[in-house]
């Protein structure tokens, strides 16, 4: 199935969680904290404002960014979780450099 945000939205994987601390302990799954970050898999047409001009989004496909805690939605495409957020959710990208 294929998914394209609307508008001002992005879909986003989630980075997979963390299974062991730096000292080696394993966390059982039970007790994992979802991530906050992800890569961007898909960007909507861009933001739309009262003038109905249309603002390109700042993100875009491949982006590895942080997103607040509480943001967006999970869907589940093809049997993999996903979630759908807006771009004002996400608090920035991560450069490699």
């Given at each position: 199935m294929k998914f394209r945000p609307l508008h001002d939205r992005v879909l986003?994987?989630?980075?997979?969680?963390?299974t062991k601390t730096a000292g080696g302990i394993i966390i059982p799954e039970s007790a994992e904290e979802k991530p906050s970050e992800g890569v961007i898999v898909a960007v909507g047409?861009?933001?739309?404002n009262d003038n109905g001009e249309v603002r390109a989004l700042d993100v875009k496909k491949g982006?590895?960014?942080?997103?607040?805690?509480?943001?967006?939605?999970?869907?589940?495409?093809?049997?993999?979780?996903?979630?759908?957020?807006?771009?004002?959710?996400?608090?920035?990208?991560?450069?490699?450099?």
């Open positions: 986003v994987r989630r980075a997979e969680p963390e047409s861009g933001y739309v982006d590895k960014v942080i997103f607040s805690k509480w943001a967006g939605t999970e869907i589940k495409i093809d049997g993999e979780e996903l979630m759908v957020m807006k771009e004002s959710d996400i608090i920035g990208v991560v450069d490699a450099a």
